[in-house]
């Protein structure tokens, strides 16, 4: 599992797992804040699909964070007012950077919030079908 994939699991999953996650590294190891919670802006590319150029749409609000275990530098970054959040993805982030065995652990309970996210996800897409319009099958007398 690469690090894209684990923090959108954290991010978009159960906020009680990154905040059990991150506990389990504080009570065992000393964890040195480098960069306090704080925001940013950050410019959002987009592609138009006709011309296949990019432009940029506009600033998304984001929270970073980062941290220091076992003398790797860990980074938390998310969209939107989540201080705590990102302290808790930077703490996560050092902690499978530095290696540490609690992290072999984890695997299994991110790849079943994985699991869980792409059910809530294809359920959300089912729901969303059912309102789509099929213009072939519209009297248009």
């Given at each position: ?27 065992r ?20 699909t006709a ?72 359920v ?18």
């Amino acid at each position: 599992m690469n690090r894209k994939q684990r923090t959108e699991m954290l991010i978009n999953g159960s906020p009680q797992l990154a905040a059990a996650l991150a506990n389990e590294i504080e009570s065992r190891y000393p964890v040195a804040l480098i960069e306090e919670p704080n925001h940013g802006l950050v410019m959002v590319k987009v592609r138009e699909t006709a011309q296949k150029s990019l432009f940029y749409l506009g600033e998304v609000l984001v929270t970073e964070c980062k941290v220091r275990v076992e003398g790797t530098v860990g980074i938390g970054i998310l969209k939107g007012d989540e201080p705590k959040k990102a302290y808790e993805l930077a703490v996560i982030d050092a902690a499978y950077g530095a290696g540490l065995k609690e992290t072999e652990a984890w695997t299994a309970l991110l790849q079943s919030e994985g699991e869980q996210l792409a059910a809530r996800r294809q359920v959300q897409h089912k729901s969303v079908l059912r309102t789509k319009v099929d213009f072939e099958t519209m009297d248009t007398d």
